[in-house]
């Protein structure tokens, strides 16, 4: 993983840590369903964007290297099977 990428999501992996333990604070408080709700999906869409990061460094470190190096076979399946579990 490229050093970058790897802050990069750490900084937001933490992010997510901090909002998704406010979220059960408010559980815990009984707040007012959707506004849990809307702190729920504003943890989703950080997620996915630490997502996206990961698959952009993944394709550009090893997507690329390992069709260069031969694999291309290996490759194309790792990323159907990361097709087919982001449409479950």
């Given at each position: 993983m490229q050093p970058e990428?790897?802050?990069?999501?750490l900084k937001r992996l933490n992010?997510?840590?901090?909002h998704?333990?406010?979220v059960r604070?408010?559980?815990?408080a009984d707040a007012y369903c959707v506004d849990v709700l809307r702190q729920t999906h504003a943890i989703?869409?950080?997620i996915?964007?630490?997502e996206a990061l990961l698959l952009d460094g993944h394709l550009h470190t090893?997507?690329?290297?390992?069709i260069q190096e031969g694999h291309p076979e290996?490759?194309?399946t790792e990323l159907l099977e990361l097709y087919q579990i982001s449409n479950k």
């Open positions: 990428v790897k802050l990069e999501c992010y997510v840590s901090g998704l333990e406010g604070r408010m559980v815990e989703r869409r950080a996915e964007r630490v090893c997507v690329v290297p390992g290996q490759v194309v």
